[in-house]
């Protein structure tokens, strides 16, 4: 295999050795229709060419350009049209309007981060996109759609010199616990972390890859687009509301394309799960399906063994649920297991796992949390480590997780004091250049359990809870809440901290006015989690579907739920509040909804693996 020193390179050589070949196989559905489009890499190569000579008209060469597709086709095509430019692309998901108001902030707060002047996008979203940049208020920014036929010319194009140490990309992070920003990843960076998907998940040309995470999610954009062209082989993409809309579609899409690789957050397994029924699996053959990916968010040993039971009539093997983590900051992956073998678990006594042990449960225990192994962390110096202290914790003992690694990125674009903070952490001992994830973890025989995010843990009364631990008692209780769509957090009321939950109802008409039957839910969901975790729940809000706000890849994004819930502007159908957790809400207003995998018709990192 050629060994170029930066992704530029390597596109021109697969381009130039694969040019009948597809490089990517676009699907969109209509209806009970769907149609192919085909990309090769010959036209790939000469599309790129193309609007990189626009590029270099406007001497974009260095300079940020934002990408908003809702086609992977002219996504791929605009993003190494940068890459032969020398630009700086910058993926980024469309603006929306309406209850997708959040979104259009977020995209806006990209556009101000990196100082973009130049937008691109194709035809059918130019209008859109060019009414938002003027309701945006952002003066001497360009909008160009680069499927017009006329655009540019390939033979007008002037090759570029990349260096391993310039920048690749920019990838912005999904802001689940703070303001999206943007990661600053080198060709190095990028070169390393492909070589390094290819030495974890074993994949060679042969494999196909197939999903439907946005091209600006990194998961999505890095294993799904990107390493299929390291490798020189193709990926089948859908778009996130087909999905949603009808997870059969990826299924089918796998079968139909020979799928070998490809997966997404846990949720999308569990909506398989419950939503393709007997007759629809009696006609998949999914029997290729080597690597079904699961990261981006906690994965749920559960679900995973609920997929592999309900799918082995269609042929997939359990050794098929594939756990993973990474993250943005580390390009995209950190850790994963062995491919073909069982991933590991692990059964936590609960009440150690509170005061930062990964202690097995008592043989007498029913009630061990049960953990999937992410692998071991394969090529990169990981350590386990006390946040406040920054000691080093011994193999059992959760803390922090610490990296460092060729695929670590360079910082945050324009964040001088951040990136010194996150990028180069320092041991107690002064050993130092570290990144910290903002993720706790443990390692137990080589392999690192993830436990949750650091910001977003509980602390009551000297415990500490899991919030996705909490929400994921209460989902299944009853057929009123939306497929456990919740939100737990705490906040701080009368002199101490207290749990809050926002769960989502099931819209539906025939309970919109069973006050009844709603408070008798409050009641269960209270008895649930004080029986389960042993701590008062007083403050549970029961919303509307939608409100629960999640980021791109479906991330629950609880710290803007908090903020949302202090500020009075959630909107409840019933609510039960501590007299203190009342005082502190200010006022009562609307429901401000941006579930962005939502099935509605306009969808669209650091994710977590």
Request: glycine share 10%; with cysteine; hydrophobic share 40%.
């Amino acid at each position: 295999m050629p060994n170029p020193s930066t992704f530029t390179d390597l596109v021109r050589e697969r381009t130039e050795a694969l040019a009948e070949a597809d490089a990517h196989i676009e699907l969109r559905h209509r209806g009970a229709g769907v149609s192919a489009r085909h990309l090769t890499y010959g036209e790939l190569d000469r599309r790129a060419r193309r609007i990189a000579s626009v590029l270099q008209e406007r001497g974009a060469a260095g300079a940020p350009v934002l990408l908003l597709y809702s086609s992977t086709a002219d996504f791929l095509a605009a993003y190494v049209g940068c890459l032969y430019a020398g630009a700086l692309a910058v993926p980024a998901p469309l603006p929306g309007g309406g209850h997708r108001a959040g979104r259009t902030d977020r995209v806006a707060s990209v556009l101000r981060d990196t100082g973009a002047r130049l937008v691109l996008t194709e035809s059918a979203n130019a209008p859109e996109v060019s009414r938002w940049l003027a309701d945006a208020l952002v003066d001497g920014v360009a909008c160009l759609a680069t499927d017009l036929p006329g655009l540019g010319d390939p033979d007008a194009w002037r090759p570029v010199r990349t260096r391993p140490d310039d920048l690749a990309f920019l990838q912005y992070t999904s802001g689940s616990v703070a303001d999206p920003r943007g990661v600053m990843v080198s060709h190095r960076n990028l070169m390393a972390n492909q070589e390094l998907l290819g030495r974890v998940l074993r994949t060679t040309p042969e494999d196909r890859f197939g999903g439907w995470l946005p091209h600006f999610h990194d998961m999505g954009f890095i294993a799904h687009l990107l390493h299929p062209l390291w490798l020189g082989s193709h990926s089948v993409q859908m778009s996130p509301v087909s999905f949603v809309k009808r997870p059969l579609r990826w299924l089918r899409a796998v079968q139909e394309y020979g799928v070998t690789v490809g997966g997404g957050p846990n949720f999308c397994y569990d909506l398989c799960t419950t939503r393709i029924t007997d007759d629809e699996i009696a006609g998949l053959d999914l029997s290729r399906w080597r690597l079904a990916l699961n990261g981006a968010e906690p994965v749920r040993p559960a679900t995973l063994e609920a997929f592999a039971r309900r799918f082995a009539p269609a042929g997939l093997r359990p050794e098929a649920l594939y756990p993973c983590y990474g993250l943005a900051e580390a390009t995209l992956l950190v850790s994963a297991g062995t491919p073909g073998a069982p991933h590991a678990t692990t059964t936590a006594d609960p009440a150690a796992l509170e005061h930062g042990l990964l202690t097995p449960s008592p043989r007498t225990s029913a009630e061990g949390r049960v953990l999937a192994g992410c692998g071991p962390a394969t090529g990169y110096d990981l350590r386990i480590v006390d946040p406040e202290s920054g000691r080093e914790l011994p193999p059992g003992a959760v803390g922090e997780i610490w990296l460092r690694g060729d695929s670590v990125a360079q910082g945050y674009w324009r964040r001088p004091a951040e990136t010194e903070e996150t990028f180069r952490a320092t041991l107690d001992d002064g050993e130092t250049g570290f990144l910290r994830t903002g993720d706790l973890g443990a390692t137990e025989d080589g392999h690192l359990y993830v436990t949750g995010r650091l910001k977003e843990l509980i602390i009551l009364n000297g415990r500490n809870l899991y919030p996705q631990d909490v929400e994921y008692a209460v989902r299944g209780l009853a057929p009123a809440l939306n497929s456990g769509v919740g939100a737990a957090f705490s906040v701080d009321a009368g002199g101490r901290e207290q749990l809050v939950l926002v769960q989502e109802l099931k819209d539906t008409d025939g309970d919109r006015d069973d006050e009844t039957g709603r408070r008798a839910l409050v009641r269960r969901i209270q008895e649930t989690v004080g029986a389960e975790f042993n701590v008062p729940l007083a403050n549970v809000l029961l919303v509307p579907a939608g409100t629960v706000r999640r980021t791109t890849s479906g991330k629950i994004q609880r710290s803007l739920m908090r903020a949302l819930f202090v500020e009075g502007t959630l909107r409840a159908r019933h609510e039960v509040l501590d007299p203190a957790v009342e005082a502190l809400v200010r006022f009562r207003g609307t429901a401000l909804g941006d579930d962005l995998l939502s099935p509605e018709p306009a969808g669209g990192g650091s994710g977590r693996w």
